[in-house]
């Protein structure tokens, strides 16, 4: 099982407490985060570490995202990023639903690390959780994550016009998902990003 949770270049690993130093990074880059989650920005502090490691902990799959260390060459895979996929509630959950964020540090940004990552989490939650749709928001300020969503397969579902705000104007919010059929016809026995038989 342990291959599940590999890609290509990453390693997908649970989050442990020691990561709260890595996460004050990643959350306190406001600029970076605010591509991928809209919240208010404020000075990070050590509390906002620790919600965001608690968030991941209680995820349906929550995940440091890290780069796999070279052949040949031992110590911590070093965490770039993260991903959290979270389900319906219980009364919900028959219809197999889940929503997808991730967040990479900007340092590691336009290496292909984002495409990998998601192919990572469509096989999970495709092949492993059995789940029939994931989703995810993209922001109208952050035109290249819609495009990669577009290119890996991702269909616009709807558009909240002026959702949210951001450097004192509001932009749309786009909502795209992609279905479980819609991933097998894409990616198939093709190479599938992310799939670790891609080493």
């Known amino acids: 099982m342990a291959g599940a949770f590999l890609s290509k270049r990453l390693i997908f690993r649970a989050v442990e407490l020691d990561d709260e130093p890595f996460l004050g990074e990643l959350l306190g880059d406001s600029e970076n985060f605010a591509q991928s989650a809209p919240v208010l920005m404020i000075p990070p502090g050590s509390k906002g570490a620790k919600e965001g490691r608690e968030r991941l902990e209680n995820a349906v799959m929550g995940a440091i995202v890290c780069l796999r260390q070279p052949a040949g060459q031992s110590g911590k895979p070093v965490p770039i990023g993260l991903i959290l996929m979270n389900g319906d509630p219980p009364q919900l959950a028959h219809h197999r639903r889940i929503e997808m964020g991730i967040s990479l540090a900007r340092s590691q940004q336009g290496k292909g690390y984002g495409s990998e990552t998601i192919g990572f989490a469509l096989r999970w939650a495709f092949q492993h959780a059995n ?32 959702h949210v705000w951001r450097e004192g104007r509001y932009w749309d919010q786009m909502d795209m998902s992609m279905l479980a059929g819609e991933w097998q016809e894409k990616y198939g026995d093709r190479k599938i990003p992310g799939n670790d038989s891609e080493k």
């Open 131 to 162: 789940y029939h749709k994931v989703s995810l928001a993209v922001f109208e300020h952050n035109p290249n994550a819609a495009r990669l969503y577009e290119k890996l397969g991702f269909v616009l579902e709807g558009r909240r016009r002026e």
